[in-house]
């Protein structure tokens, strides 16, 4: 991506970065608690996480949830061909859906022609048709795969700037 | 799909998870002030997330940051794995750290994983020697040019 989206950051920020990612404690007070860890005070790790939040460097503070686990294990990824001068248009109508959680532009090549992609979770494979089948009514595309997911072979959340991170 | 059951939640659960994936207080009682928007207290907050954590529902509660603003590089890689090695891959695949997601799909290109590292170069060496690895018929590499969202919340309530 763009070079420019990189934020400057110090190390105090690295450090609140490694705490923020892992899982917080559930305490009455667990900003407090984090913040004991770097000795800065309780109001400067919650600005902190605002002041994140604000510029995208946190996209979110909250709950991954196992969606798996209360029904939700039909999650294919769709993948679009789409011709290059209606990228944007198709794009930006997919991501007006709910049903999608992640919606990209990806390179493409001659093995590979998908140029957008989008993540639909679902209760069902009928569902999952369904509303892949509505997507492609609404950009007036029909060449798209959908990848069934079979199997969860792998799924952490990113440590960054953790040691063992090589 | 999964052979993971699923569990049946309470009202006061879906609604706390509900409000739990985007509307996290950023206050200095978090979890009382939750109980407050629930009507039960803070410490029945925190019991009901330890009941939801030990069944696994609840994975983590913490901060998703972006990549691209921490200087990291990402790309979605797919492979065409045979069957007779694809445990093989599928083992030097997850052992990266990078890797956070890796799925097998229904699709003559089998394995599909999301790669996060600090440089291009890393990412570039890494897919390098993957394409090495045998049983490995072929490899695309599909970097973002342009996100249009993402979103991740799942609708607990009907």
């Known amino acids: 991506m763009h070079q420019e989206d990189k934020l400057k950051l110090d190390n105090l920020d690295v450090e609140l970065i490694k705490l923020m990612q892992e899982d917080m404690p559930l305490v009455e007070r667990p900003f407090l608690e984090i913040s004991e860890k770097l000795n800065i005070s309780e109001k400067e790790v919650i600005s902190w996480i605002n002041r994140s939040l604000k510029s995208g460097l946190m996209r979110r503070f909250g709950a991954r949830i196992s969606h798996r686990k209360i029904g939700i294990d039909v999650n294919p990824m769709i993948a679009w061909k789409i011709p290059e001068s209606n990228i944007e248009e198709c794009g930006n109508i997919l991501a007006k859906n709910p049903e999608v959680t992640h919606c990209y532009e990806r390179a493409t090549s001659e093995e590979w022609p998908y140029s957008i992609y989008t993540m639909i979770h679902c209760k069902s494979k009928s569902e999952a048709d369904r509303i892949a089948k509505s997507l492609s009514d609404q950009i007036n595309i029909t060449?798209?795969?959908?990848?069934?997911?079979?199997?969860?072979?792998?799924?952490?959340?990113m440590a960054y700037f953790a040691e063992k991170n090589k | 799909m999964s052979d993971e059951k699923t569990i049946k939640l309470t009202e006061v659960e879906?609604?706390?998870?509900?409000?739990?994936?985007?509307?996290?207080?950023?206050?200095?009682k978090p979890f009382d002030e939750l109980g407050s928007q629930l009507g039960i207290s803070g410490q029945e907050v925190i019991k009901i997330l330890q009941k939801l954590k030990s069944e696994g529902i609840i994975r983590l509660i913490g901060g998703v940051f972006d990549p691209r603003k921490l200087g990291f590089k990402g790309t979605l890689v797919g492979l065409k794995v045979d069957n007779a090695h694809i445990e093989n891959v599928v083992e030097r695949i997850n052992?990266?750290?990078?890797?956070?997601?890796?799925?097998?799909?229904?699709?003559?290109?089998?394995?599909?994983?999301?790669?996060?590292?600090?440089?291009?170069?890393?990412?570039?060496?890494?897919?390098?020697?993957?394409?090495?690895?045998?049983?490995?018929?072929?490899?695309?590499?599909?970097?973002a040019k342009r996100i249009f969202k993402i979103d991740v919340r799942f609708k607990v309530k009907e």
Not at chain 1, 143 to 157: G, Q, V
Not at chain 2, 104 to 133: C, G, Q, S, V
């Open chain 1, 143 to 157: 060449d798209y795969i959908l990848l069934y997911s079979i199997r969860e072979l792998k799924k952490t959340h």
């Open chain 2, 14 to 28: 879906e609604t706390l998870l509900e409000k739990i994936q985007h509307n996290f207080p950023i206050v200095e």
């Open chain 2, 95 to 143: 052992k990266c750290h990078g890797v956070s997601h890796n799925y097998l799909r229904d699709h003559e290109y089998n394995l599909w994983f999301t790669l996060i590292m600090p440089t291009k170069e890393e990412i570039d060496a890494f897919i390098d020697d993957l394409r090495k690895e045998e049983g490995v018929i072929s490899l695309v590499e599909l970097p």
